[in-house]
């Protein structure tokens, strides 16, 4: 049997203490390498988890913002709802008050319009009122 004093090689010979320093020194430089490597990944990641935090922020603001927006048009589409119903209303009644002043008057809108149009084309004034009523 052998007796174990010291490392032995690959073939089983004794290993020289400038080998074994050097194999030490190698596995110290890849522990070094392996932990800078890991402190770079852990600074990248605390990087981007900042990063990510402001666009998450970001995205919330917009989000907000967003629904407000939303819910202006929606005032506003309600507003013009509103608008277009009076202004329904409005020409209903402005018509139904036409419809009375011409019968009233004996004459319609209509009759003024085209008495109109022709006074602006003749150099005589005429009255929109029919020619059986006094002026």
Do not use: C, W
């Amino acid at each position: 049997m052998q007796a174990m004093n010291g490392p032995t090689g690959t073939n089983g010979g004794m290993v020289s203490s400038q080998e074994i320093g050097r194999r030490v020194m190698d596995g110290l430089k890849a522990v070094q390498q392996v932990e800078q490597e890991r402190d770079e990944g852990k600074a990248a990641i605390a990087k981007l988890t900042v990063e990510l935090r402001g666009l998450q922020a970001e995205h919330d603001a917009l989000r907000i913002a967003f629904a407000r927006a939303q819910g202006e048009v929606e005032a506003y589409r309600y507003e013009r709802d509103q608008a277009v119903s009076k202004r329904a209303k409005a020409d209903v009644l402005i018509e139904a008050v036409l419809t009375l002043l011409g019968k009233h008057h004996g004459t319609t809108l209509a009759n003024e319009l085209d008495a109109a149009r022709v006074g602006a084309h003749d150099d005589t004034v005429t009255s929109p009122l029919p020619k059986d009523q006094p002026t």
